[in-house]
């Protein structure tokens, strides 16, 4: 599944937690986060916690990878690590101007 807005990621999050038979408590209990926290980023929160969302999403058993030109693939063997700066400047830049 491809997503570029904090709102799609939170659909994504919503409907796994729906398909898994999960309320929003569950899923906060689950990714050691607060209910409300959990309301915020399925609304598609622009400035959600990126800790907390590799949480909610672990919690989900759902697993985040990037793909795209200049993104280098991880050779086999140990895992590779890429440190993003300032992801909200990322989602920025790929942001569609039309929406």
Known sequence: MQFRT???LGLLIRSARHARGMTQAD???AAGVG???IVAIEAGKPRAELGKTFQALAALDLSLSVHG???PEPQSGPRV???VADVEAVVRAHEDPTR
């Open 35 to 37: 209910r409300q926290w």
């Open 27 to 29: 899923l906060a209990r």
């Open 69 to 71: 030109r200049g993104v």
């Open 81 to 83: 690590r890429i440190a």
């Open 6 to 8: 904090p709102f799609e």
